[in-house]
């Protein structure tokens, strides 16, 4: 499983060159949004390119308040409507803007 993970994100970071996140190029970490469990491990679809600043110590660590004044969050909640609007609702819900 290890290595086809490995191949996975190898093939990731050919593809998408840039942070989901921030839109910048690079970023050596990869952010699985919908979750790592059973097969979503390795499900090319759900798994992005990012930077370890913009995913680990922003989107993950900073209060969401903080969050949304970074000046790529914008952009970043476009893209996630655009891929999958049940991860656009769960930001939504995460920023207290819907609460079902």
């Not at 970071?13 to 469990?37: I, T, V």
């Not at 097969?39 to 110590?57: P, Q």
Request: with cysteine.
């Amino acid at each position: 499983m290890l290595v086809l993970y490995k191949a996975i994100c190898k093939e990731i970071d050919a593809e998408q060159p840039n942070c989901f996140f921030c839109g910048r190029r690079g970023g050596g970490d990869h952010h699985h949004l919908k979750g790592r469990r059973g097969k979503l491990l390795t499900e090319k679809k759900w798994i992005v390119r990012a930077h370890y600043t913009c995913h680990t110590l922003k989107y993950h660590r900073l209060p969401v308040e903080d969050l949304m004044m970074e000046t790529w969050y914008p952009a970043f909640i476009g893209r996630l409507k655009l891929m999958d609007s049940g991860l656009y609702d769960k930001e939504l819900r995460r920023q207290g803007k819907i609460t079902c």
